[in-house]
């Protein structure tokens, strides 16, 4: 099973500003299959990168993925104040399917 | 548009079973992989199962021990998830997602969720 470990646990940040979200997987994710999710509350995770660095359509050039392999981040340059939620990692390269434990952006 | 829209969920005792369903609509529903992932109360994401398009390729995640099955109507654009012998833990808001393409997509569209609660 591939474990995604994905920090920090919260950023409070203010708009504006820029956040850099951490996912770490052991082991490696194969062909860079990993994914980016957004989930406000009371709704259903949205998809936003998928190859680790593809935005999904729709999402705004604001959000940008990097990494490979066992590294990887996500990057919001400017916070806007709808970008306040949860942040969730995935790695679609071998079953079982799993997630990162989240990391909540927060004002 | 894709529309998935999920449905079944309740109050169930320790022991019990609830089926899911997820009605999908807005595409060919046959040419997709989908999933069940679950979301505890305030808890992160936890895949379920997945199926191939042809239901000829399943999955489960480890936890589930063979109490779930997953199974799919193409005739219908359906999605089930039976669910057995349930636990506490098992208390979850339950989201039908379909990958975006084959197995080695990742969830592109999800539904808005239907919660099961276990507890006598």
């Known amino acids: 099973e591939i474990v995604l470990t994905q920090s920090p646990g919260t950023l409070s940040l203010s708009p504006g500003e820029r956040a850099t979200l951490s996912c770490r997987a052991s082991?490696?994710?194969?062909?860079?299959?990993l994914a980016w999710y957004q989930q406000k509350p009371g709704q259903a995770p949205r998809l936003l990168i998928y190859?680790?660095?593809s935005r999904a359509t729709g999402i705004p050039d604001r959000f940008s993925g990097t990494g490979s392999r066992t590294d990887f981040t996500l990057t919001i340059t400017r916070l806007e104040p709808e970008d306040f939620a949860v942040y969730y990692c995935?790695?679609?390269?071998?079953?079982?399917?799993?997630f990162g434990g989240g990391t909540k952006v927060e004002i | 548009q894709v529309h998935l829209v999920e449905s079944g969920g309740g109050l169930v005792k320790p022991g019990g079973s609830l089926r899911l369903s997820c009605a999908a609509s807005?595409?060919?529903?046959?040419?997709?992989?989908m999933s069940w992932i679950r979301q505890a109360p305030g808890k992160g994401l936890e895949w379920v199962s997945y199926?191939?398009?042809?239901?000829?390729?399943?999955n489960y995640g480890a936890s589930l021990k063979g109490r779930f099955t997953i199974s799919r109507d193409n005739a219908k654009s359906s999605l089930v998830l039976q669910m057995n012998s349930l636990r506490a833990e098992d208390t979850a808001v339950y989201y039908c997602?379909?990958?975006?393409?084959?197995?080695?997509?990742?969830?592109?569209?999800w539904g808005q969720g239907t919660l099961v609660t276990v507890s006598s």
């Open positions: 082991p490696i994710v194969s062909s860079n299959y």
């Open positions: 807005g595409f060919t529903f046959s040419d997709y992989y």
């Open positions: 190859g680790a660095s």
């Open positions: 199926i191939s398009g042809t239901g000829s390729s399943i």
């Open positions: 995935q790695q679609y390269s071998s079953a079982p399917l799993t």
């Open positions: 997602a379909r990958h975006s393409g084959g197995y080695f997509e990742p969830f592109d569209f």
